[in-house]
């Protein structure tokens, strides 16, 4: 294991190619390892890409976002959202710049995903447990009264996860050490709040429902 100050002296600010090649004795083992990183992350950004576009596609095809009528058409030739994978493909390729500005500012965008993914978690789950769980009665799984236990503790776990997620990485706090992903959710529940008023609610009904009869 190198010395912990070589590591944070790297000039790149990225130590994990100098601490390979230290494990292993030679560049070449060292860029090994560091391809397996690389190739692990490339396959792992097509999934994202995937993902995040197919859900720009849905949201679009039930009228949940601005531009809908854009991103919610399928490519002919391909068979694919084309559009929405296109703009998500931009937004991705600038989200990756901003950390060439600013590491506190590309953390703060990683670190509130995870809070919206939270946030997107806990809300149903609450709004079940405030409404009586009447909704799952007829459920596979309804969970019985274990189910009223449960929806509280999964409420209390995800609280305690964003609020970790919305803590500095170090103290004392300054403006580089900032964890900003809290004033970020903020922005973004505002945003999408302030959609819903102006047009979400006269316009967007759900996903459809296609009848089985």
């Not at 989200?95 to 953390?107: T, V």
């Not at 993914?117 to 799984?141: E, K, Q």
Request: with cysteine.
């Amino acid at each position: 294991m190198p010395d912990v100050d070589k590591l944070l002296a790297v000039p790149t600010g990225q130590p994990i190619g100098y601490l390979f090649m230290a494990a292993t004795g030679s560049a070449d083992g060292g860029f090994g390892l560091l391809f397996l990183l690389v190739g692990i992350q490339f396959f792992a950004g097509i999934g994202s890409l995937t993902a995040a576009s197919r859900c720009l596609y849905a949201f679009s095809r039930d009228g949940a976002v601005p531009g809908s009528s854009i991103w919610s058409k399928i490519n002919k030739r391909y068979g694919v959202p084309l559009h929405a994978l296109l703009l998500s493909t931009l937004i991705q390729g600038l989200l990756g710049l901003i950390y060439l500005g600013s590491s506190a500012a590309f953390n703060a965008f990683t670190g509130v995903a995870t809070i919206c993914l939270s946030a997107s978690y806990a809300l149903p789950v609450f709004i079940l447990l405030f409404r009586g769980r009447y909704l799952v009665d007829s459920a596979p799984f309804h969970l019985g009264k274990f189910g009223y236990v449960i929806n509280i503790i999964t409420i209390l776990w995800i609280l305690l996860a964003i609020v970790l997620f919305t803590m500095p990485t170090a103290i004392p706090i300054t403006p580089s050490s900032m964890n900003y992903a809290s004033v970020l959710f903020v922005f973004f529940a505002g945003v999408s709040i302030l959609w819903y008023v102006i047009s979400g609610r006269k316009h967007f009904t759900g996903p459809p429902v296609l009848s089985l009869e």
